[in-house]
């Protein structure tokens, strides 16, 4: 995979220093959660480890067990705070070009709320 350096500068690392605004869900030591300002559910939430991670394998190669953990609760407290657990909910994370990533700062979209429909159109041949 071609691997991009991680941008200090990118949309969510500015949310983490304030320079940018969004609507907080919930926080917790390593990580933050705000809601989508597109969302397409009835949730969705955005969920973003606070260290400087570019991918989902960028963060479980390099992030502390602690980090990990906490990222995964917090997207579990989330889930039942949403009261997304009793008809389910979708993550979503895209990870380099070809799922089209377009922040490298590894994160999780939260959708819920609503019937999702199938993951993906059937692939075109």
Known sequence: MNKKPYDPN????????GEIPAERVCD???????????????????VIPRGEYTDFHDFTSRAT????????KLVDTIAAEQSLLPTGF?????????SGQEVFHFHVHMLGGAPLGPILAPAQK
Do not use: M, Q, T
């Open 10 to 17: 990118n949309v969510f690392a500015r949310i983490l220093r």
């Open 28 to 46: 917790s030591k390593h990580s933050f959660a705000f809601y989508d300002i597109s969302h397409a559910a009835p949730v969705h939430v955005l």
């Open 65 to 72: 067990n602690e980090e990990i953990i906490d990222f995964w």
């Open 90 to 98: 979708r993550l979503i994370s895209n990870i380099g070009h070809d």
